[in-house]
Nanobody, 119 residues
Framework: QVQLVESGGGLVQAGGSLRLSCAAS????????MGWYRQAPGKQRELVAS???????NYADSVKGRVAISRDSAKNTVYLQMNSLKPEDTVVYYC?????????????WGQGTQVTVSS
């Protein structure tokens, strides 16, 4: 089974920066996409950023311009650099790896890492 381990979360003041890491147990190019999601209590999990096997990236409007997703295939790791953090970014962030077979999707998830932005 694929395992994803997130790290890099923590407490930061508004306007500060964090870099989240997602270490995968398999080569990251095994997956069609990898990405970062976040989920607040009582709310639906939402996409923050994703990157395809070919290197195309997508960002949520709420973080566009403040966030960058990148990868290091040698380390089987995907990163999320977050700058200009806002209190609204306070949530648990989850790493995702996705396999796409036509209309069928297989998702793998990490356990999450907490980001807290103080005002």
């Amino acid at each position: 089974q694929v395992q994803l381990v997130e790290s890099g979360g923590g407490l930061v003041q508004a306007g500060g920066s964090l870099r989240l890491s997602c270490a995968a147990s398999a080569p990251i190019f095994s997956f069609d996409t990898m990405g970062w999601y976040r989920q607040a209590p009582g709310k639906q999990r939402e996409l923050v950023a994703s990157i395809t096997r070919g290197g195309s990236t997508n960002y949520a409007d709420s973080v566009k311009g403040r966030v960058a997703i990148s990868r290091d295939s040698a380390k089987n790791t995907v990163y999320l650099q977050m700058n200009s953090l806002k209190p609204e970014d306070t949530v648990v962030y989850y790493c995702n790896a996705r396999e796409i077979y036509g209309f069928q999707v297989n998702d793998y998830w990490g356990q999450g890492t907490q980001v807290t932005v103080s005002s």
